[in-house]
Structures are given as structure tokens and as C-alpha cells.
């Protein structure tokens, strides 16, 4: 359960259903609730931590106290998203805090040290498939290259996009589906 699934559409009063049904330990709907909330979560996490490795442990652990207090959720002062965002975050910063403090090495012992970090051409590689990523977006209808952007590169829902773009959650679906393809064909016929 480490690996984050990408979004689903869920609304707050169908996460908390599940919640209530994850406190009489029905793993089903804890499984639901993680399949809804984890992409969300991950994101959380990832923007604190940095480190993908790490992020991931921490929403296993995230999830865990989720099993074990989805008794404690209380709809009147949150909704189910807020509430386990907040226990994302707190775990994160927690984790952040009991790293070890990170050693000090005077400036000129930084000719002696190994870089670790990808060759000079794994970053040019990286840069061309951004640029082709980019320019392949800059060709799709505006709407959805913006949708693509925001669930897949913002981490925003699809819920939180509707409601901020003013239409009905299929409707956006169905610009991120067609972007998403339009995109793919786009990029497959630029590798020919």
C-alpha cells in the first residue's frame, strides 16, 4: 500500500461513510477511502519531505493511524479529507524533525566529494522530454491542458477542480480523458 493511486472523484459525505464503515473494520472501505485519499495524501506529504522514499514510508504510516482512529473522525469539525491531510502533515513534519541534523563540511571539502547526482546528460534528457511534454500541451485545447496540469502536476482533485472551474465532475473527466489522449498521440508521433 505504499504506491499511491491517482485521484478519484469522491465527495466529503461518501468519505465519510467510508470512514465510519473503516472504524467497524471493514477493510473494503478502508481500501475505498485509500484508493480516494492517498494521491491527495501522498502530495501532502511529498512537498514536506521531499524525498519520494521516505514520503511513501510516512503515508504507510499515515494510513495506519487512519485504521486505527477513523473511530475519532468528527464530520462537525472537519471534513474526511481535512482531517486526514492534517494527520498527513503532522506526520511529515514529524519526520522531518527526528532526521539527524545534516553535517557541516567546510567549503573546501567539496572538491573531495563524490557527485551522486545524475550525469550531465540524464539532466538533458530530462529537460528535452519536459520540452516536448510542454510543447505537446501548449497544442491542446486550453481547458484541458490546464486540467492535465492540475491533477496530474498540481496534485488537485478532480472534485476541487470542478468546483473551482465551475462544472460538473464528469464534464472535467472528460477533458482530462480526451487531453490525455490528444497528449499521447501527440508524444508517440513525435518519437517517429
Not at 484508493?35 to 495506519?64: C, H, M, N, P, W
Not at 491542458?145 to 470542478?162: H, K, Q, S, W
Request: glycine fraction near 4%; charged fraction near 25%; include cysteine.
Amino acid at each position: 500500500m505504499s504506491r499511491p493511486n491517482q485521484p478519484f472523484t469522491t465527495g466529503s459525505t461518501e468519505l465519510a461513510a467510508l470512514l465510519v464503515r473503516v472504524a467497524d473494520d471493514d477493510a473494503a472501505a478502508f481500501q475505498a477511502f485509500y484508493d480516494r485519499t492517498s494521491a491527495k495524501l501522498f502530495g501532502v506529504i511529498l512537498r514536506i519531505l521531499i524525498e519520494r522514499q521516505e514520503s511513501e514510508d510516512v503515508l504507510q504510516e499515515v494510513y495506519l493511524i487512519v485504521w486505527r482512529k477513523a473511530a475519532t473522525f468528527d464530520a462537525s469539525k472537519a471534513s474526511p479529507i481535512t482531517w486526514a491531510a492534517t494527520i498527513a502533515r503532522n506526520r511529515a513534519i514529524d519526520r522531518l524533525r527526528a532526521r539527524p541534523p545534516r553535517a557541516h563540511v567546510p567549503m573546501e571539502a567539496a572538491v573531495d566529494l563524490a557527485d551522486g547526482g545524475p550525469a550531465q546528460d540524464a539532466g538533458l534528457i530530462h529537460d528535452q522530454d519536459a520540452r516536448r511534454i510542454a510543447a505537446a500541451l501548449a497544442t491542446l485545447e486550453p481547458r484541458h491542458a490546464a486540467a492535465i496540469r492540475a491533477c496530474y502536476f498540481d496534485g488537485v482533485t478532480y472534485d476541487e477542480l470542478a468546483a473551482r472551474e465551475q462544472v460538473p465532475v464528469g464534464t472535467l473527466k472528460s477533458w482530462v480523458r480526451r487531453g490525455l489522449i490528444r497528449l499521447r498521440d501527440l508524444l508517440e508521433g513525435s518519437q517517429a
